[in-house]
């Protein structure tokens, strides 16, 4: 039997971080009822920017959360511990943040599978743009030995998946990330599609090349439906009531937050 397509959210406004979490949990519990009471239940891609946000994962200690909590919150960001793996990382503007919630059960996936194909989209993305990662010990998108592009932090309870994927397609983070020892790795630094692209180049900025988060965002999409032999579908109304309302509710959260700072508030 054929699984139905995935339904996807591409948000245009960069979300918070709290609620954005909160929705991915409502959406794990609306699958898992369903599939226990034998209903259909979606598989869902949302793709999305975070408003500026730090989060920190299972490896850290409660003392370190602490600490940083209280540095990272004083230059502009909002800081939410996560139960995903890895430990210190930024979301914001500039980045693609990919959250697939999929049941690997009824598409006959392993973790194991499931998280390569994630590292292989990423690949694929800045393979389109002529671009070269190099391999590397560490999960993630790695441009060189010291430079990395793109993370992956996911859970996966009752076969369902959380979290996801991140990749920077701007510089916007890039200020943002020289904050902090991303994931532990302290020689390595963020770097983006745009710088990438202007080193290629030899060119002084990304600006020229076009290069936009939801332009981004339309080539996600194609390469994550063919990773996953899946088909996609926007999500829309008369599709999943219930899905569509918590997704609403969301996006009316983010138009009401506010500006947010364009970088950190550091001297």
């Known amino acids: 039997m054929s699984l139905p397509p995935i339904l996807y959210k591409a948000f245009k406004t960069p979300l918070p971080y709290r609620q954005t979490l909160a929705l991915q949990h409502q959406i794990h519990q609306l699958q898992l009822s369903r599939r226990k009471a034998g209903a259909e239940y979606p598989d869902v891609l949302l793709l999305l920017q975070h408003r500026p946000t730090y989060t920190g994962g299972r490896r850290q200690n409660a003392q370190d959360l602490s600490a940083e909590e209280s540095r990272l919150t004083g230059i502009g960001a909002d800081w939410v511990p996560t139960d995903r793996g890895g430990e210190t990382t930024f979301h914001g503007p500039g980045q693609i943040v990919g959250y697939p919630l999929l ?3 009824r598409m006959k996936m392993s973790v194991r599978t499931y998280v390569c194909r994630l590292e292989k989209l990423m690949q694929r993305q ?6 070269k990662h190099v391999q590397s010990e560490h999960t993630g998108l790695f441009m060189s030995p010291t430079r990395k592009l793109g993370s992956i932090g996911v859970q996966v ?16 983070p890039l200020p943002w ?22 080193e290629l180049v030899a060119s002084d900025s990304g600006a020229e090349s076009g290069i936009t988060v939801l332009g981004e965002m339309e080539r996600t999409l194609g390469i994550f439906a063919e990773l996953m032999e899946r088909d996609i579908q926007k999500l829309e109304e008369g599709q999943d009531d219930e899905l569509l309302s918590a997704v609403t509710e969301l996006e009316a959260i983010a138009a009401k937050a506010g500006d947010w700072s ?3 508030l550091v001297r």
Not at 162 to 172: D, I, P
Not at 181 to 196: F, H, N, P, Q
């Open 103 to 105: 049941d690997l059960g």
């Open 126 to 131: 800045v393979a389109e743009h002529g671009l």
């Open 157 to 172: 309870r009752h076969r369902l998946t959380t979290h996801g994927f991140a990749f920077n397609v701007t510089e916007e």
């Open 177 to 198: 990330f020289n904050q902090v020892v991303a994931c532990g790795l302290a020689d390595v630094k963020a770097t983006s599609i745009s710088r990438a692209v202007a």
């Open 262 to 264: 364009p970088q950190p």
